[in-house]
């Protein structure tokens, strides 16, 4: 069963922002660290941005300063928040969760960036 719900995705304008959102099951009980990877056509998945259970924050490079990942405790959920988007990054972004030792993934959401 799938245990990560990914929304949010779509296409929008260079300089525009998607939120994205990623519910995980409450089976899950202990999310040690939740994040958004990305990966583009012939190249390889690239961790986007990491927060930990203590609310700890990782960025790519290329991301700082126009992406920001959250999390709600309560609802399990993960999010990023994109503004001013470019082109590069157009890609299919992936949730990932890990929780006692596992590794559980989202489907991924594409994220089109295109006038």
């Known amino acids: 069963q799938v245990q990560l719900v990914e929304s949010g995705g779509g296409l929008v304008q260079p300089g525009g922002s998607l939120r994205l959102s990623c519910a995980a099951s409450r089976s899950i009980f202990a999310t040690n660290a939740m994040g958004w990877y990305r990966q583009a056509p012939g190249k390889r998945r690239e961790l986007v941005a990491v927060i930990n259970s203590e609310g700890n924050t990782n960025y790519a490079d290329s991301v700082k300063g126009r992406f920001t990942i959250a999390r709600d405790n309560a609802e399990n959920t993960v999010y990023l928040q994109t503004d001013r988007l470019k082109p590069e990054d157009t890609a299919a972004y992936y949730c990932?969760?890990?929780?006692?030792?596992?590794?559980?993934w989202g489907q991924g959401t594409q994220v089109t960036v295109s006038s």
């Open positions: 990932w969760v890990y929780s006692s030792g596992v590794s559980y």
